[in-house]
């Protein structure tokens, strides 16, 4: 049973922007955090970005002040808007859910969206 499903991936151009947004099933209640990671072949996956319920949130230093998320509770949806994007952030972007109130959510996985920038 999919219980987090990301959307929003493709190819972009250097500079460019996309935004990915993660949506939980309803049977996963009482989520607190919700993050991104990403990874590219070879590599650990890391985080991108977290958000908690109370609206906390941490970025990793390579993405801060080109990237944002955000969420909406009332539809258990995370978004990560990112601008300016560079060839380097080209990896597979995955959604995590806690529900602890946590900046490195790890209890429910999606299955990952493609996110490729050309230079």
């Known amino acids: 049973q999919v219980q987090l499903v990301e959307s929003g991936g493709g190819l972009v151009q250097a500079g460019g922007s996309l935004r990915l947004s993660c949506a939980a099933s309803?049977?996963?209640?009482?989520?607190?955090?919700m993050g991104w990671y990403r990874q590219t072949p070879g590599n650990q996956r890391e985080l991108v970005a977290s958000?908690?319920?109370?609206?906390?949130?941490t970025y990793a230093d390579s993405v801060k002040g080109r990237f944002t998320i955000s969420r909406d509770n009332s539809k258990i949806t995370a978004y990560l808007q990112m601008n300016r994007l560079k060839p380097e952030d080209t990896a597979v972007y995955y959604c995590?859910?806690?529900?602890?109130?946590?900046?490195?959510?790890?209890?429910?996985w999606g299955q990952g969206t493609q996110v490729t920038v050309s230079s």
């Open positions: 958000i908690t319920k109370g609206g906390v949130t």
């Open positions: 309803r049977s996963i209640f009482s989520i607190n955090a």
């Open positions: 995590a859910a806690d529900r602890r109130s946590t900046t490195s959510p790890s209890q429910f």
